[in-house]
């Protein structure tokens, strides 16, 4: 079955440096995402992702954080200057776009946990 | 504001026990309702979901859930909890974009 690939499955940076999560979405998806969970607390929309630009995002999606797709394969998330509250788990999600087919479902990747210490 | 809310926090039961996690959604109009389930460690998995017809819907491992459009409901149901099914359970809706509840973690006891 196709997967999203997340890495690194887990992060530690120092508060203030930057940082580039990626993701692998399925290969015939058009729609992404990127998620985020602070521990203990639920699972919040940053950002999706459609024909090469930003189609939403939410209030936590500020100047620090942006998203890229380089190369038609690679989806990434940086952020410039982490901060201690940017300690979560982000996950990544990919679906087929409307018209592709009846299935809705997201796919997640496994997640990449970020310490910001 | 329109919401997702999964209305139990913690939930303990023992092997064998009926479990029942209750969603409601505030959003008005057509709704995609789904529940995932995240295992210790693990990241998102689809459970279950609804898009039209028979509001029962038959999920993963023994799972349903029923949509009660009058209700806003899409609670869902496993008449047998297993201690594998220890993990975190989210109600989600797509509104433009997936919604999660609160989660809700359900902890079994052997």
């Known amino acids: 079955e196709p997967e999203v690939t997340q890495t690194p499955s887990h992060q530690v940076t120092q508060m203030g440096q930057e940082v580039i999560l990626r993701c692998v979405p399925i290969?015939?998806?058009?729609?992404f995402y990127w998620y985020r969970q602070i521990l203990g607390q639920k699972v919040e929309f940053l950002v999706s992702f459609y024909n090469n630009e930003i189609s939403e995002k939410s209030e936590i999606f500020d100047d620090q954080f942006s998203v890229e797709r380089p190369d038609g394969s690679n989806f990434t998330l940086k952020i410039r200057s982490t901060k201690l509250e940017d300690s979560a788990m982000y996950f990544c999600a990919s679906r087929m776009a409307p018209g592709q087919g009846m299935n809705y479902g997201y796919t997640f990747g496994s997640g990449t946990r970020l310490t910001v210490v | 504001a329109q919401s997702v809310s999964q209305h139990n926090h913690h939930v303990i039961l023992s092997e064998a026990a009926s479990l029942e996690l209750g969603c409601n959604y505030s959003y008005g109009g057509t709704v995609n309702l789904f529940w995932y389930v995240q295992y210790p460690g693990q990241h998102l998995q689809l459970l279950l979901k609804?898009?039209?017809?028979?509001?029962l819907v038959k999920g993963i491992k023994g799972f349903e859930a029923e949509f009660i459009k009058s209700k806003f409901s899409f609670n869902l149901r496993k008449p047998s909890v297993q201690w594998s099914d220890t993990a975190e359970y989210f109600c989600a809706v797509i509104k433009g974009k997936l919604i999660f509840g609160q989660g809700t973690e359900l902890s079994v006891k052997p």
């Open positions: 609804y898009f039209s017809g028979d509001p």
């Open positions: 290969s015939n998806h058009l729609y």
